[in-house]
């Protein structure tokens, strides 16, 4: 795992700052978070009004909550949503009302494997109201009256997602996806929210091949509205990639897209194994994150998804135990770099044809040889210059170089540049 750096730092006091927000897949909780990931990087929010047909789905109501509590006879508040938004089951109707304990039990989500934990629970499109609490604080409820009270509205509103554009030499673009819908979950997820935060803004600093398109959304419904609401630019889609789950402590995860022999799955694939990374290549599966939709075969795109641990693979998964200290530094930086290292290929696979293709050309007289004179690497640069003589037949990219010859990729790519530098290939 890379060392602790100072964006890995730097990521974790984001994660931070955004994890207490009180987010749903609509309202103020994701407005307030979009606000300060635009700190960061600009963003273009989108509003989508509510009863939008988006594909086979309807944009919801909109829901807001100021305050939510159970409190005892004497008042004493025994769940406390200005504690944690967990303690509320997301998109809860306004309750206001006072019940014996046996009445309210109905209501009341634990997790009796982890009783000092609390769950993340929702009913996003089933009208309900409910509370998340430990269940050792349950075992301890005496029987009695409780009060009951959820200041929440449910209305006709707005799914606000936001995009943010870092321009390419080319049209085609690569989407980085994250969503931004889940309250007080660290790993799960504000740490794939800054990951994709601290990578636009490094390919920022550079001119990048491809236009980068970030897409912070809800998960499921704003995925599904950016793919209803941006078809005429889907076949510029040409790659992309889902973050999620991206600090924990465990190892790199990468599933693949639905087709599985994806550009964005090889690179993946090239990029892990030689890194030496501990890490696991999974098959695409119709369950986990927003690939799903993107990989729904209408669409077919080319996107897989890169997490540390994957979707509910850890016990703190959807708990109050995904809190900031369940996200290391040292595991964004690592992700950051993954992602980092995967794209710089991405960029640079190219096709080239040989200009020269009828025997080896003479690579003295153009002066290669001479450029490698005195390099510790210059025999493997050569053979990378001979790898990509023989592949540039307009039909094998820099990655099939690499990967058929076994030299890394830099190399192949430092000597596509110095060949077509010497007028014997092309792009």
Avoid at 164 to 171: E, K, R, S
Avoid at 306 to 330: C, I, K, M, Q
Avoid at 348 to 358: A, D, E, G, I
């Amino acid at each position: 795992m890379a060392p602790v750096t100072g964006l890995g730092e730097e990521m974790h006091a984001l994660v931070e700052r955004l994890y207490p927000l009180c987010r749903s897949i609509t309202g103020d909780g994701v407005r307030a978070t979009l606000d300060i990931v635009g700190e960061y990087v600009p963003l273009q929010v989108h509003e989508v009004p509510t009863g939008t047909q988006v594909l086979d789905w309807t944009v919801p109501q909109e829901w807001n909550i100021r305050d939510a509590y159970v409190a005892d006879a004497a008042g004493n508040r025994v769940v406390d949503f200005t504690a944690s938004s967990l303690h509320v089951l997301g998109y809860s109707v306004p309750v206001a009302a006072t019940m014996p304990l046996s009445e309210l039990r109905g209501h009341l989500h634990t997790l009796p494997d982890h009783p000092a934990w609390v769950p993340y629970r929702t009913s996003y499109y089933a009208p309900d109201w409910g509370f998340c609490l430990s269940q050792e604080t349950l075992d301890g409820l005496p029987d009695g009256d409780y009060e009951v009270r959820i200041d929440s509205t449910l209305a006709d509103g707005h799914l606000t997602y936001a995009e943010h554009v870092v321009p390419g030499q080319v049209a085609d673009e690569v989407i980085v996806s994250c969503h931004v819908c889940h309250p007080a979950l660290a790993n799960d997820n504000m740490a794939g929210v800054a990951v994709a935060t601290y990578l636009a803004r490094e390919l920022a600093e550079r001119s990048p091949y491809y236009t980068y398109r970030f897409i912070y959304a809800p998960g499921t419904i704003g995925a599904i509205t950016w793919l209803a609401r941006n078809a005429e630019r889907i076949e510029r889609v040409k790659h992309g990639l889902v973050l999620a789950c991206a600090g924990d402590r465990g190892r790199l995860t990468y599933k693949q897209s639905r087709r599985g022999d994806a550009e964005i799955d090889r690179v993946l694939r090239h990029v892990l194994r030689t890194s030496e990374r501990p890490h696991d290549v999974v098959e695409f599966t119709p369950y986990g994150y927003d690939e799903r939709q993107y990989c729904s075969p209408g669409f077919d795109l080319g996107v897989g998804s890169l997490s540390r641990t994957p979707y509910a693979g850890y016990p703190e998964y959807h708990t109050s135990a995904d809190n900031p200290d369940f996200v290391s530094p040292e595991a964004l930086a690592d992700t950051l770099a993954v992602c980092r290292e995967a794209f710089a290929v991405l960029d640079r696979n190219r096709r080239y044809v040989n200009l020269s293709p009828y025997g080896e050309p003479q690579l003295g007289r153009r002066g290669l040889y001479e450029s490698l004179g005195g390099r510790s690497d210059a025999k493997q640069a050569q053979m990378a210059m001979l790898w990509v003589l023989s592949l540039s037949d307009g039909e094998h990219g820099l990655l099939d170089v690499a990967e058929r010859s076994g030299l890394p990729f830099d190399a192949v790519a430092a000597a596509a540049d110095a060949l077509c530098g010497a007028g014997l290939i092309k792009a």
